[in-house]
């Protein structure tokens, strides 16, 4: 229904679903990228020409449209950057650092590991890992222990796992660490994709967003910084476009977001993330989670039917991502067959290995869904995986 919005579908017969990694681009925002370039390509914040001014405007008017999407309570709350993995390496290194304990899930993309491992930390020793049942779920009494061990941490969870699809309750995790002291980021790459956030609801103090994982273009994304931390918040790089003042003696810097946006930016990234933002609230979240919500179950039901299929985890609290192995299969095999049947997924660790080792695998087979994706795709796959296992079991 939705692929006609989407010039990559009618330009391939590809079979796409490998939205954890990034998702499809609708027209309307590729058009704003070739009209940027086209018709007004100027720098933003500095020349007052008037395409230099509508470069401005039409980037600053993403700010805003952002800022209602997540309901954060001012446009100076919306940070950008180029993505997640630069946002909490800019909460890390900017704020977290001097926190004498981080508290992470065991679902973590590679993103919300490694800044902390440049700090010096590991596991014990300035990090802290929450345990996860064999359901995969988020263990909130050994997250109290560990708060009660340990007072006033930073906390850096994801909110859907981009390996597994298995969603994290926010709202008791925030609400939890904040009752022992503790500052809350979520990761939040895979959220806007799949479903309405509410920053008042989940009272976090960052949230990460990624742009070409909401049907934006690449290259682009922004953090939200809840106000009471911005005054603390320390720029992560200076340069141009963040100076009030300077000689050579000293610097004086603007307020906030600017100070943290140095040098040119992603300018047409951030118009086009504007408006694949307008895209998804002209479709709207119901029916957005209506359809995925079909078309996962579906999914799942006929993945079910496989011979010796492993899942991980129910999809009881889960959207997005389905991951499974076959028994006695190496996944990477899976990937090169069904690619020769023109069915793109993503087979490997998903940059998520610690939960890949404490599984016991090396990576798993990973299905990832999104709203335009439907049950021909669901079945295309499926006729896909039963000739690659035939040919494999020969």
């Not at 209602?68 to 704020?95: C, H, L, M, P, Q």
């Not at 994801?158 to 597994?164: E, G, K, R």
């Not at 993945?303 to 009881?316: E, G, K, R, V």
């Not at 997924?345 to 990832?368: D, F, N, W």
């Amino acid at each position: 229904m939705f692929k006609k919005d989407f010039p990559y579908f009618q330009n391939s017969q590809i079979i796409y679903l490998d939205n954890g990694a990034t998702t499809q681009k609708p027209k309307s925002v590729i058009d704003s990228q070739v009209e940027y370039y086209e018709k007004y390509c100027s720098n933003t914040h500095r020349s007052n020409f008037g395409h230099a001014n509508k470069a401005t405007q039409e980037f600053e008017n993403t700010r805003v449209i952002l800022k209602d999407f997540i309901n954060a309570s001012s446009k100076e709350e919306i940070i950008f950057t180029k993505g997640v993995t630069e946002s909490i390496n800019f909460i890390a290194s900017s704020f977290a650092a001097n926190f004498k304990t981080v508290i992470i899930s065991s679902l973590e993309h590679h993103s919300n590991i490694v800044p902390w491992h440049m700090q010096g930390r590991s596991l014990g020793n300035g990090l802290e890992v929450v345990n996860c049942n064999d359901n995969l779920d988020f263990d909130m009494k050994h997250f109290e222990q560990l708060l009660k061990a340990n007072p006033h941490s930073f906390v850096s969870v994801t909110h859907i796992s981009n390996a597994f699809g298995k969603i994290h309750d926010i709202e008791a995790i925030t609400k939890l660490a904040h009752s022992y002291g503790a500052v809350v980021l979520i990761d939040g790459a895979q959220s806007l994709a799949h479903m309405k956030v509410d920053m008042q609801y989940f009272d976090c103090d960052f949230f990460a967003i990624s742009g070409h994982k909401t049907f934006a273009p690449t290259g682009v994304g922004a953090i939200y910084v809840k106000e009471k931390h911005l005054k603390e918040l320390k720029p992560y790089q200076t340069g141009g476009a963040t100076i009030h003042e300077v000689d050579f003696n000293s610097s004086t810097l603007l307020d906030s977001p600017y100070k943290f946006e140095a040098g040119t930016q992603n300018i047409a990234g951030v118009i086009g993330f504007g408006k694949a933002l307008e895209y998804i609230d002209k479709i709207g979240y119901e029916n957005i989670e209506a359809i995925e919500n079909s078309v996962y179950t579906y999914l799942n039901e006929q993945l079910s039917t496989l011979p010796d299929i492993i899942f991980y985890n129910d999809i009881s609290d889960s959207i997005g991502s389905r991951s499974f192995n076959f028994k006695g299969i190496v996944h990477d095999d899976i990937g090169i067959l069904v690619d020769k049947m023109k069915i793109a997924l993503r087979v490997g660790h998903h940059c998520a290995q610690p939960i890949m080792k404490k599984l016991g695998v090396k990576g798993t087979i990973r299905v990832s869904t999104a709203f335009y994706n439907n049950f021909k795709d669901v079945d295309a796959l499926i006729v896909a995986l039963k000739k690659a296992l035939d040919m494999l079991k020969d």
